[in-house]
């Protein structure tokens, strides 16, 4: 058994977190193959009392979170009925005043519904919850940006259970903190939401769209929902190039569409903004690609890795089940028939192709120092 994997609940491999914002999600997400749950929940007197500039969980949207506490009831209620963890996202990287006692009540009563644990980015909630809620099982959000041993273990002597790990850290380093930590829990992106920026480092304030978009913010959160959507992407993507450069349609990506998605260069002076229009033909692309690390799987769980984390609060459902089921699939090939390197990289490319309907892509990879992944598309 690889280090690191000491307890029963990892005997038949690793945990798969998958992303969930409604109840009724459940059920298909289980079946799909996850393990463990995660959601945030957005309190309708949230956006009355501070608005979304800091959000409540990091996803300002309505149909990216729970509506309450009820909704959260049910789905802890339906999750345990089927032997599932669900873990609760309050992950802003930092609450104001006002809001931090806000949130330390609210986690009382979100406790108080069964919950299994709390991701949590702000080290003063965090130390709060500790002091609070002594029982309460604590994750480290990717937002604290642990990038070594040494941050893995001070949050470990804060109580954490679990080391949500950055996005930008390779799978030598993931060894490497693994090795020198054996004894708390690790958890690392596997498929979508590859940011481009060191989560907790980034100053960017989700959530500014809904108190600035210049529509009215009904029309505003039913384009978001459009533009997400996958299906969409795709068209978006097959536009003649005159037909975004101009007009509403880039007016409208452009303040939907947060700037951190944007491509950008860096040269000696500094980042190098693009025209609208480049900004705009950088986040439709010329085709849809997943951000993705399955091929990584093979050596982050020989090195240890408890669990493997989908993004994706905001996509419905179908892509939801469909990504969970792809990862899924392939945590199960790994464990029951135990392939070589090269052959699990094989099933990897297929599956691959088969759930996206393209080739992976090397600009696309969470983990591009992956031997495998140094070939493909370039």
């Known amino acids: 058994m690889p280090p690191g994997h000491g307890r029963d609940t990892r005997l038949q491999g690793p945990a798969l977190a998958a992303p969930l914002s409604d109840p009724s999600e459940v ?6 193959g996850a393990t463990e749950l995660y959601c945030g929940v957005l309190p309708r007197t949230w956006k009355r009392d501070f608005s979304t500039v800091i959000a409540f969980n990091r996803r300002y949207m309505d149909f990216a979170s729970l509506n309450g506490l009820d909704e959260l009831r ?29 949130v330390l009540d609210w986690l009382g009563d979100a406790l108080a519904c069964d919950l299994d644990s709390v991701i949590i980015s702000d080290l003063g909630l965090i130390l709060a919850a500790r002091e609070a809620y002594p029982d309460a099982r604590i994750c480290a959000s990717t937002g604290l940006s642990t990038f070594n041993s040494e ?3 001070f949050l470990k002597e804060l109580g954490l259970s679990r080391i949500i790990l ?65 299906h969409a992407l795709a068209l978006g993507a097959r536009l003649p190039r005159k037909t975004i450069e101009t007009g ?26 693009g025209s609208a229009s480049d900004r705009v033909r950088s986040i439709l692309g010329r085709k849809v690609q997943a951000n993705c690390g399955a091929c990584a799987l093979y050596d982050l769980w020989q090195a240890g890795v408890d669990s493997f984390k989908v993004v994706g609060r905001v996509f419905p459902t179908a892509r939801k089940v469909a990504d969970t089921r792809f990862v899924a699939d392939l945590i199960k090939y790994l464990i029951e028939d135990e392939p070589d390197r090269d052959t699990f990289f094989t099933r990897v490319k297929k599956d691959y192709r088969r759930r996206f309907g393209m080739s992976c892509d090397i600009d696309s990879c969470y983990y591009p120092e992956v031997d495998w992944c140094k070939g493909v598309g370039r």
Do not use: W
């Open 27 to 32: 059920g298909p997400l289980v079946d799909a």
């Open 74 to 102: 049910k789905v802890i209620r339906d999750a345990h009925d089927r032997d599932v963890k669900v873990y609760l996202a309050l992950n802003a990287h930092v609450y104001v005043a006002g809001e931090h006692e806000r």
């Open 151 to 153: 941050s893995v273990v």
């Open 166 to 230: 950055e996005r930008q850290l390779t799978t030598d380093e993931i060894t490497n903190i693994r090795q020198k930590v054996p004894d708390i829990e690790m958890e690392a992106f596997v498929l979508n939401g590859r940011c481009r920026n060191v989560e907790g480092y980034c100053t960017f304030q989700h959530g500014h769209e809904d108190v600035l978009h210049p529509i009215h913010p009904i029309l505003g959160r039913m384009l978001i929902r459009v533009l997400y959507h996958p």
């Open 248 to 273: 509403p349609v880039e007016r409208a990506i452009a303040h939907v569409y947060n700037p951190c998605r944007y491509t950008y260069s860096v040269t000696g002076k500094g980042p190098v903004a």
